[in-house]
Each structure stands twice: as structure tokens, then as C-alpha cells.
């Protein structure tokens, strides 16, 4: 119903009961259409409301993944820093744990035969180039007798490789 129809229909004239409640109802459906309109904009303000707090929780939820990132990122750079250390065979793991174990950042390879017992000179050796392959260690001096070996000694990425592995 048009309210501004029927107002216009009526001026002019007296106003009868029909025509009253007519208004009436016209007026009553507009009220209720009001009453509606506010309920609706009620509704529309909490959904705001809690758009924003979600807006708000996500931005936190962001800044704390943001947060994570990082710290995964450094954990990564701290892991391609100690690729060289990893998949080390067990033999290398044992030459650079006597290091440690001993606190010496140099050694001659024939006295590290002697002390990785369970291991033959091959394994010994193989480990060796291994290390010297990684940059892990150099070779310092090669001794003239027969039998004097090898002096090695520790690169910066082999002390900090054999600071990780852990103790026995």
C-alpha cells in the first residue's frame, strides 16, 4: 500500500471509518516496515561488530604466522649452513666427534687410525676425503716418511659442523 496514494485520495474529503482504517493499516504496515528496517540495521551493526574482531583475530593470526615464518626461514638458512654436515657417513661423524671429544681442531691421520679402531684405513681414509671434499678440513702438511702421515686441521665450517654432533 501507497501511504502518499491514499492520503492523496482522501484530501479534501471528511474522513470516514473505511478510509480510517484504511490509514490505519497503511500506517500499521509502515510501522512494522520501520520496525523491520531497524531490526535489520541492529543485526547489520553485529555482523560488523564481529567482522571486525575477525578482521582483528585474523590480522593477529597473521602476525603471529608472519612471526613463525621467520622464524622458519632462519631455522632453513641455520640448515643450509649445516648441509655440509649432514648426511656425513658414520666414519666422519666419528672423526669429527674425536676432535671434540678431545677438544683439538688439528690432527695427523695416522694418529686418528689408531684411535677409530673399529674402522679399517680404508674407511678411515674414505672419511677423510670425504671431510677434505666438504671444505670441513685441509690439509695442513704432508709429513716425508713413510708412515708420518697427514696433519689436518679444521676448517670454520668444520669446527661448527663438529659442535653439533652430539656426545657420547
Partial sequence: MDIIQIL?????KVLDAANFELLKTAYGLQNQNIEQLKNNN???KESNDLLKEKINSLNK???TLKERVLILEDELRLKKEDSRSQGLSEVALAILG???K???TEFNDE?????LSPYSRIQVE???????????????????????GTDYSL???GKKAALKIPSE
Avoid: P, W
Fill in 102 to 104: 678431545h677438544d683439538v
Fill in 111 to 115: 694418529s686418528m687410525l689408531g684411535s
Fill in 61 to 63: 593470526d597473521n602476525s
Fill in 8 to 12: 492523496s485520495t482522501i484530501k479534501g
Fill in 42 to 44: 541492529t543485526a547489520l
Fill in 98 to 100: 674425536k676432535c671434540i
Fill in 126 to 148: 674414505s672419511a677423510i676425503d670425504e671431510l677434505e671434499k666438504l671444505q670441513l678440513i685441509y690439509a695442513r702438511s704432508i709429513m716425508g716418511g713413510f708412515g708420518e
Fill in 155 to 157: 676448517t670454520a665450517e
